[in-house]
């Protein structure tokens, strides 16, 4: 079946580490998308790509970084630069073309920053 | 900021018809409304969208007015596994106005 996968599911890591989520799709789409959700809140846009080597900054883009070698893989890490870490990271896909489209999400990834 | 006005919150009784209400006044003309939901702990799921007129499919309904400021989603049986939170956003399909924005949308509750 064509998913979007996302792993792991849960991450723990000190603070000061940097940590790469990772994030895989076999939907063929072109544009991904990287999402941060803090309890009770919706989600914020980190970063998104709309196609091989390109990416573009989403509003909370700061102490993020990503890179888009393959279109089927778009990796986040979370530098230590980023202040508040702990959250829930969604990854999403989405094909472009002439009809409008939805938004395939992953299951999720929990980081907890200790 | 989401472009979007939901309400907090809202129940119903399982079996009826679940009525989730968004108001969207400034959308622009090449903007469509979509409408996700989110249950606990999940990934969103994409349910609908459309751009004015009235949309179907096998999970729910989209009744959007005649001056696209407002839509309602209908969910016409609810059960208990519909309990999430729904999203309602609306986003051109192209440029730079095609990105998904979230708010805090609507929970609805589904009680037996």
């Known amino acids: 079946d064509g998913g979007i996968t996302q792993s792991p599911k849960y991450l723990f890591r000190k603070e000061g580490q940097n940590v790469t989520l990772s994030c895989e799709q076999n939907?063929?789409?072109?544009?991904m998308y990287w999402y941060r959700q803090d309890p009770g809140q919706g989600l914020r846009l980190i970063y998104y790509s709309q196609i091989v080597n390109d990416f573009q900054k989403g509003d909370i883009a700061e102490g993020y970084s990503v890179s888009r070698e393959k279109k089927e893989s778009f990796p986040l890490t979370v530098t230590s630069a980023q202040k508040n870490p702990t959250a829930f990271y969604l990854c999403?896909?989405?094909?472009?073309?002439?009809?409008?489209?939805?938004?395939?999400f992953g299951s999720g990834t929990r980081l907890t920053v200790v | 900021d989401a472009k979007t006005t939901q309400p907090p919150s809202m129940d119903c009784a399982e079996g009826r018809a679940a009525n989730l209400p968004c108001n969207h006044s400034t959308i622009s003309g090449n903007e469509y409304v979509y409408w996700y939901r989110q249950i606990h702990s999940q990934g969103p799921q994409y349910i609908i969208h459309g751009l004015k007129n009235n949309e179907t499919n096998e999970m729910a309904s989209l009744i959007i007015t005649e001056d696209r400021k407002s839509s309602t989603l209908i969910l016409p049986h609810a059960t208990l596994r519909d309990t999430a939170v729904y999203y309602c956003?609306?986003?051109?399909?192209?440029?730079?106005?095609?990105?998904?924005?979230f708010g805090k949308g609507i929970t609805l509750s589904v009680r037996p």
């Open positions: 999403a896909s989405k094909r472009t073309g002439f009809a409008p489209a939805g938004y395939t």
């Open positions: 939907l063929n789409h072109d544009a």
């Open positions: 956003i609306v986003s051109a399909h192209t440029g730079a106005n095609s990105k998904l924005t």
